[in-house]
C-alpha cells in the first residue's frame, strides 16, 4: 500500500456531499479546509483534516503509516484543487492549421473556410496521410501539455476520418492513448463531424454508411463509450442527428451533441429528446432551449468559451443556464480549427470574464460538472472519500479568485495523479 500525505495546504477544496453534479445556486460554493493537511492511499482520496488538528498526529506516527511507504509533500501553503475534467476536445489531429488563423485575421468566417474544403476536411485529408504512430506521438505531445496543466480527466472524439477505416484509426489512436497515460481517458465516436470528401454532394449516403457501417464496426470493437454528431447549419440535420443517436443506442453509445453553434438549428431539443448526456457548444442557444432542458436532469449543457474567443464569435449564456437552475459544465474544445488550446484555467478564466460567472462556479464547471459530463463524477471531479486523487498544488494564494484572476500566470505548481507526482 502506498500512502501521499500533503502538509501544510494553504486552502483546500473538498467535496462533502459527493453529488454527481451541481445545480444552479449549488455551483456557487465550494468547500475550503484553511491550513489543512490531505491523504492518499493507493491512489485515491482517503482523509483531510486541519494541520492544528491532532489528528494529523495519529494519521503520521500511528502503525499503520509507520508500516506503509509513505510520501509527505509540503504544499508551502499553496492550494489544492481537484485536476480539471477536460470533457470536449478533439486532440488527435493531425497537424496544426495556422493557415487557416491567419485567413480569418483577414477576413474570413469559420464558415467560409469550411466551404473552401478547409476546417474539417482539410484535417481529414491531413489525418488519413498519417501514419496512427505519428498521430499518437503528436496526441501524446497535447496530453503531456494539458497534463502540466492540471487536466486529470479528457474526452477524446474521433471525427478527423470520415471514412470508416480513417475513423477506426482514429478511434485505436485514443484507445492507445488510454493505455498510455495516468490520466482517465474516454472516448467519443463523432463519424457524423463532416461529410466525408467522397461523399461530398451525397450526404444521405454518408449518413447511411455511419448508420451501417461505422457505428456497427466501433461497437463490436469497442472502441467508444460516445457517439457526437455536429448538429448545425451547413453540417447535420436534427433528423439525421436523431437517426445516428438510435444507432448508436443500440450500441450502448450515449449521445454528447455539438449543438447551436453556428446557428439556432435545433441541436439542444434532439439532444434532450434522446437523452444525450451532453449538448455542447450552445453559443446560439435560445431562451426555449433552456425551457427544453429544465424538462429534464440527464443532458448537462457545455460551454466552449475558448470557441468563442478564438473565433471571434458571441459567448454561450452561461449565465442564464445557471440562472436558470440548470447545471453548466465547461470544457476546452481542443482542436486544430477553432479552439487550438487544452488549457482548461484559461478556460475558467474566460468563463468568468466572458460569461460572468463567479469563480465557484466556473471551477465548478470545469470539475465536478464536467466529470458528470464524461459520466465518470462517481470517480473523479472533486476532492472526495475514495474518488482517483487526481489534483493540482497551485502557488500560494489568498483566495481561490486568484486562480481565474491570474489568467496567464503559472499558478499551477504540481500535478498529482492516481496520488502520484506527474
Ligand atoms: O467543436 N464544431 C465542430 N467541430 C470543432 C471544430 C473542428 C475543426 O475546425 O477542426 C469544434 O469547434
Ligand atoms: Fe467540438
Same mark, same amino acid.
Given at each position: 500500500?502506498?500512502?501521499?500525505? &500533503?502538509?501544510?495546504? *494553504?486552502?483546500? $477544496? #473538498?467535496?462533502?456531499?459527493?453529488?454527481?453534479? /451541481?445545480?444552479?445556486? +449549488?455551483?456557487?460554493?465550494?468547500?475550503?479546509?484553511?491550513?489543512?493537511?490531505?491523504?492518499?492511499?493507493?491512489?485515491?482520496?482517503?482523509?483531510?483534516?486541519?494541520?492544528?488538528?491532532?489528528?494529523?498526529?495519529?494519521?503520521?506516527?500511528?502503525?499503520?503509516?509507520?508500516?506503509?511507504?509513505?510520501?509527505?509533500?509540503?504544499?508551502?501553503?499553496?492550494?489544492?484543487?481537484?485536476?480539471?475534467?477536460?470533457?470536449?476536445?478533439?486532440?488527435?489531429?493531425?497537424?496544426?492549421?495556422?493557415?487557416?488563423?491567419?485567413?480569418?485575421?483577414?477576413?474570413?468566417?469559420?464558415?467560409?473556410?469550411?466551404?473552401?474544403?478547409?476546417?474539417?476536411?482539410?484535417?481529414?485529408?491531413?489525418?488519413?496521410?498519417?501514419?496512427?504512430?505519428?498521430?499518437?506521438?503528436?496526441?501524446?505531445?497535447?496530453?503531456?501539455? &494539458?497534463?502540466?496543466? *492540471?487536466?486529470? $480527466? #479528457?474526452?477524446?472524439?474521433?471525427?478527423?476520418? /470520415?471514412?470508416?477505416? +480513417?475513423?477506426?484509426?482514429?478511434?485505436?489512436?485514443?484507445?492507445?492513448?488510454?493505455?498510455?497515460?495516468?490520466?482517465?481517458?474516454?472516448?467519443?465516436?463523432?463519424?457524423?463531424?463532416?461529410?466525408?470528401?467522397?461523399?461530398?454532394?451525397?450526404?444521405?449516403?454518408?449518413?447511411?454508411?455511419?448508420?451501417?457501417?461505422?457505428?456497427?464496426?466501433?461497437?463490436?470493437?469497442?472502441?467508444?463509450?460516445?457517439?457526437?454528431?455536429?448538429?448545425?447549419?451547413?453540417?447535420?440535420?436534427?433528423?439525421?442527428?436523431?437517426?445516428?443517436?438510435?444507432?448508436?443506442?443500440?450500441?450502448?453509445?450515449?449521445?454528447?451533441?455539438?449543438?447551436?453553434?453556428?446557428?439556432?438549428?435545433?441541436?439542444?431539443?434532439?439532444?434532450?429528446?434522446?437523452?444525450?448526456?451532453?449538448?455542447?457548444?450552445?453559443?446560439?442557444?435560445?431562451?426555449?432551449?433552456?425551457?427544453?432542458?429544465?424538462?429534464?436532469?440527464?443532458?448537462?449543457?457545455?460551454?466552449?468559451?475558448?470557441?468563442?474567443?478564438?473565433?471571434?464569435?458571441?459567448?454561450?449564456?452561461?449565465?442564464?443556464?445557471?440562472?436558470?437552475?440548470?447545471?453548466?459544465?465547461?470544457?476546452?474544445?481542443?482542436?486544430?480549427?477553432?479552439?487550438?488550446?487544452?488549457?482548461?484555467?484559461?478556460?475558467?478564466?474566460?468563463?468568468?470574464?466572458?460569461?460572468?460567472?463567479?469563480?465557484?462556479?466556473?471551477?465548478?464547471?470545469?470539475?465536478?460538472?464536467?466529470?458528470?459530463?464524461?459520466?465518470?463524477?462517481?470517480?473523479?471531479?472533486?476532492?472526495?472519500?475514495?474518488?482517483?486523487?487526481?489534483?493540482?498544488?497551485?502557488?500560494?494564494?489568498?483566495?481561490?479568485?486568484?486562480?481565474?484572476?491570474?489568467?496567464?500566470?503559472?499558478?499551477?505548481?504540481?500535478?498529482?495523479?492516481?496520488?502520484?507526482?506527474?
Amino acid at each position: 500500500m502506498k500512502k501521499t500525505l &500533503i502538509k501544510n495546504i *494553504g486552502m483546500l $477544496a #473538498v467535496d462533502n456531499h459527493g453529488q454527481h453534479c /451541481l445545480c444552479g445556486q +449549488d455551483m456557487s460554493h465550494i468547500d475550503i479546509v484553511k491550513d489543512a493537511w490531505l491523504l492518499v492511499e493507493d491512489g485515491r482520496f482517503k482523509e483531510w483534516g486541519s494541520m492544528d488538528d491532532d489528528h494529523l498526529d495519529d494519521i503520521v506516527n500511528g502503525d499503520n503509516m509507520r508500516e506503509m511507504e509513505t510520501l509527505s509533500v509540503d504544499a508551502e501553503g499553496g492550494a489544492v484543487l481537484p485536476s480539471f475534467c477536460d470533457s470536449h476536445t478533439h486532440l488527435v489531429y493531425a497537424d496544426s492549421r495556422e493557415g487557416e488563423f491567419v485567413d480569418k485575421i483577414r477576413g474570413l468566417s469559420y464558415e467560409e473556410i469550411a466551404r473552401r474544403g478547409g476546417g474539417i476536411l482539410n484535417s481529414a485529408d491531413r489525418l488519413h496521410e498519417m501514419s496512427e504512430e505519428e498521430l499518437f506521438e503528436q496526441a501524446m505531445g497535447r496530453i503531456d501539455e &494539458i497534463t502540466r496543466k *492540471g487536466t486529470g $480527466a #479528457v474526452e477524446i472524439k474521433s471525427g478527423y476520418g /470520415l471514412n470508416t477505416s +480513417d475513423e477506426l484509426k482514429m478511434l485505436r489512436v485514443i484507445k492507445r492513448i488510454k493505455e498510455s497515460t495516468r490520466i482517465k481517458v474516454v472516448a467519443t465516436f463523432l463519424g457524423a463531424h463532416a461529410v466525408g470528401r467522397e461523399y461530398q454532394g451525397r450526404q444521405d449516403e454518408y449518413v447511411d454508411l455511419i448508420i451501417n457501417e461505422m457505428i456497427p464496426e466501433v461497437g463490436k470493437q469497442h472502441l467508444a463509450e460516445f457517439i457526437d454528431v455536429f448538429c448545425d447549419r451547413g453540417f447535420f440535420t436534427p433528423d439525421e442527428t436523431s437517426r445516428i443517436l438510435e444507432a448508436g443506442a443500440k450500441w450502448g453509445m450515449r449521445g454528447k451533441i455539438h449543438g447551436q453553434e453556428l446557428a439556432d438549428s435545433g441541436g439542444v431539443e434532439v439532444a434532450v429528446r434522446h437523452g444525450a448526456l451532453s449538448v455542447d457548444h450552445l453559443e446560439s442557444m435560445t431562451d426555449n432551449d433552456i425551457s427544453l432542458l429544465k424538462t429534464q436532469t440527464i443532458t448537462i449543457p457545455t460551454a466552449l468559451p475558448g470557441t468563442s474567443f478564438f473565433l471571434n464569435m458571441p459567448f454561450a449564456p452561461a449565465r442564464k443556464i445557471i440562472d436558470a437552475g440548470l447545471p453548466l459544465a465547461l470544457a476546452s474544445d481542443y482542436n486544430p480549427g477553432s479552439t487550438p488550446s487544452g488549457d482548461m484555467k484559461f478556460i475558467v478564466s474566460l468563463a468568468c470574464i466572458k460569461m460572468r460567472l463567479l469563480p465557484e462556479e466556473a471551477i465548478n464547471a470545469a470539475t465536478i460538472n464536467s466529470a458528470a459530463a464524461m459520466d465518470i463524477s462517481k470517480d473523479y471531479g472533486s476532492i472526495a472519500r475514495g474518488k482517483v486523487a487526481n489534483f493540482f498544488i497551485t502557488t500560494k494564494m489568498k483566495d481561490l479568485s486568484f486562480l481565474p484572476y491570474s489568467y496567464t500566470s503559472p499558478t499551477i505548481k504540481r500535478v498529482f495523479l492516481r496520488g502520484e507526482e506527474y
